[in-house]
């Protein structure tokens, strides 16, 4: 069994409450860059592998078509593009990676290959590309869409663009900077070549006007648990981003990973998943369930819907009084909204033909918001033996991404503190920073 891979989630520490609870800056708030580069350099010291920043560019706006109850309450947002803070927190540590996330929904390639490679080379060959497929309207709306793209045919956009930026990753080669001083000649033009890409999505014509990054490829990292999202895992990614949570659902997307792996010619031994899991750690049981109830206390009816209205790209204030789960799934599907999440899971719980009223959903739906439904809670002995449980269960092929809906610094410093020193006791961490490169850091 190889050794568990950790990363942090960053994505929501200033959202949903965050901001405002017990254990938060003092004197300090989002977006002072400093918040960042402290906790980059304490994750650093506690073997953390990498530090991961989701996105999203609109304010959520499905529940009711507002965007009062997300500007309100601070759910999902705000959202900063987080390239130039990453570039900060790379000054002050040396080997901790970072991922970050754009759209190939509404990107466009060479913009973000240009962009990735910049800063590989500003951290030093620790940057991982998150590349995901948008579902949310209120994203679609500021690029100009009317409406989401089908779903498959996001993917299908999704493998075009990760194929453009590999190849333009590819236009300079890695031995062509020659810097010959004596007779000023600088690269080898038998070595740097256009791609001339023309596909269903894109026209590219290339190279890249780059320097080779560090990692010559930045690390790809791909979630999606649909059958058409584990394809295009297969296909490109480096690492998977998977939901934890369910034990069967983990076991299904590692069994239909492995397989779609090897249909695409590739080792499933060597793709990891980095589960996603909310971890609430006190120093005892007692401590880490008030640290629970802090965060109940913020959770209004109103942020509630606007989080699982928003994360779905669906407005549930159209559900009826009852209905039955299989409906509503295809129901999403249909108006190009994500039919995992939240549907997804309860299908997976309760089966499609299973009948539910409106307030058990949102009263699911509480859970999901909170992510107490699928968190792992408790002092550090509890939370550790139910990682090296569900880590050999899922495949021992990955780790977990961590999150803290506690207050920032507060409660990813608990689990640096707490857990992972409890984790590395028990032989469980795979070895820390075993290269200069994210890329060999993150290697199963």
């Known amino acids: 069994m190889t050794g568990m891979h950790i990363g942090y989630d960053l994505s929501f520490t200033h959202t949903e409450g965050a901001w405002a609870r017990q254990g938060s800056w003092i004197g300090r708030d989002f977006p002072d860059v400093r918040m960042f580069m402290e906790l980059a350099q304490t994750a650093e010291r506690a073997g953390v592998g990498l530090l991961f920043f989701g996105d999203g560019s609109g304010i959520p706006s499905t529940w009711r078509g507002s965007i009062a109850p997300a500007v309100e309450w601070g759910i999902q947002w705000p959202r900063h593009d987080m390239a130039p803070v990453i570039a ?15 759209s190939s929904t509404f990107m466009h390639p060479f913009y973000v290959a240009r962009l990735l490679n910049s800063l590989d080379h500003v951290t030093g060959g620790r940057i991982a590309f998150n590349v995901v497929a948008s579902t949310r309207g209120a994203d679609a709306a500021n690029y100009g869409f009317a409406e989401l793209m089908d779903h498959d045919l996001r993917y299908e956009r999704m493998e075009e663009f990760v194929d453009v930026c590999r190849a333009l990753w590819d236009s300079v080669a890695p031995d062509a900077i020659v810097r ?3 007779t000023g000649r600088f690269a080898d033009p038998a070595k740097v070549h256009p791609i001339d890409h023309e596909g269903a999505f894109f026209t590219v014509k290339g190279p890249l006007a780059s320097v080779p990054g560090p990692q010559y490829h930045p690390l790809i990292v791909q979630a999606g648990n649909s059958p058409r999202g584990i394809a295009a895992s297969a296909r490109f990614a480096d690492l998977v981003f998977g939901f934890g949570g369910n034990l069967a659902g983990q076991q299904r997307h590692r069994k239909l990973l492995d397989e779609a792996l090897l249909a695409e010619g590739r080792d ?6 980095l589960w996603a899991t909310q971890v609430i750690v006190g120093r005892t049981k007692a401590e880490a369930s008030a640290r629970c109830e802090a965060v ?3 959770w209004n009816e109103e942020a509630v819907a606007t989080y699982l209205s928003h994360n779905a790209g669906y407005d549930f204030s159209t559900l ?3 209905f039955q789960l299989g409906e509503l799934r295809d129901e999403l599907a249909a108006a190009h909204a994500s039919p995992a999440g939240i549907v997804g899971s309860l299908v997976a719980e309760f089966g499609a033909g299973h009948t539910m009223s409106r307030g058990e959903f949102f009263e699911h739906g509480r859970g999901r918001a909170t992510g107490l439904d699928h968190s792992v809670v408790g ?10 449980e569900n880590f050999a269960a899922t495949g021992s092929r990955g780790g977990f991404m961590f999150s803290s809906p506690l207050a920032m610094p507060s409660g990813l410093a608990g689990i640096s503190e707490l857990l992972l020193p409890e984790l590395r ?4 961490l795979a070895p820390a920073y075993q290269g200069p490169t994210l890329r060999e850091n993150l290697a199963v």
């Open 88 to 102: 900060a927190m790379s000054t002050v540590t040396e080997r901790i990676g970072f991922g970050l996330t754009y």
């Open 180 to 182: 010959d001083r004596s």
């Open 268 to 273: 499933p031994e060597h793709v990891g998943i």
């Open 296 to 298: 109940h206390e913020f």
């Open 320 to 322: 009826p009084g009852s």
């Open 379 to 388: 002092d550090p002995a509890a939370v550790a033996d139910a990682l090296e």
């Open 425 to 428: 006791r028990r032989g469980a």
